[in-house]
């Protein structure tokens, strides 16, 4: 996750409040795992995601019908980000269109990725906000640079290959997240 935050905080300041969620529910699930673990006087079930899904389900600590600070709620919150910045990766991998033109950065994040992966769960007010923040990214070059490439083609095997890393672990958390009905907890 450190990774995925430091790339987010290279965007600059306007993906900052994205960033800054992250860590946020990163911290949140580190206490939940810190508290739990010094209750209980056992091993913390927060050793893994599957562990956690469990032992919260078997302590009472998930609510399907409101909001609990729960790991697996904000796990769920972290897997959608993830998705978004798996989605917007793919974007920046693809190459021109038929006329030749690259996607602006804008394009492939917020009307793509973001409507795909994050919309769906916010409210207006921060849809319309996070509409604003997609437009002022930097250009496609910057984002190259971000990968330690100068070229489109340098960048596309290096991004499949942080694509691929991205969806083996969205892969394996979303299995777990619907086998337990959690994909859309309050």
Not at 65 to 78: A, E, I, M, N, P
Request: proline share 3%; glycine share 4%; hydrophobic share 40%.
């Amino acid at each position: 996750c450190k990774s995925k935050i430091d790339f987010m905080e290279s965007l600059g300041t306007m993906v900052s409040l994205f960033s800054q969620k992250v860590k946020e529910k990163t911290e949140l699930i580190r206490e939940l795992s810190l508290k739990h673990g010094l209750e209980f006087q056992r091993e913390s079930v927060y050793r893994s995601v599957r562990s956690m899904v469990e032992g919260e389900l078997k302590a009472g600590q998930v609510n399907f019908s409101y909001r609990t600070d729960s790991g697996c709620r904000t796990l769920l919150r972290l897997h959608r980000s993830l998705l978004w910045l798996k989605m917007m990766l793919e974007g920046l991998s693809k190459g021109p269109d038929s006329e030749g033109r690259y996607k602006t950065t804008g394009v492939f994040c917020s009307r793509d990725a973001y409507k795909v992966a994050l919309a769906p769960h916010h409210p207006w007010m921060l849809r319309q906000a996070a509409e604003i923040v997609f437009l002022a990214l930097p250009d496609r070059e910057y984002f190259l640079q971000l990968v330690c490439v100068k070229k489109q083609e340098e960048a596309t095997p290096v991004l499949r290959i942080i694509i691929q890393a991205l969806s083996v672990v969205h892969t394996r958390t979303q299995r777990i997240l619907k086998k337990y009905d959690m994909l859309e907890l309050p």
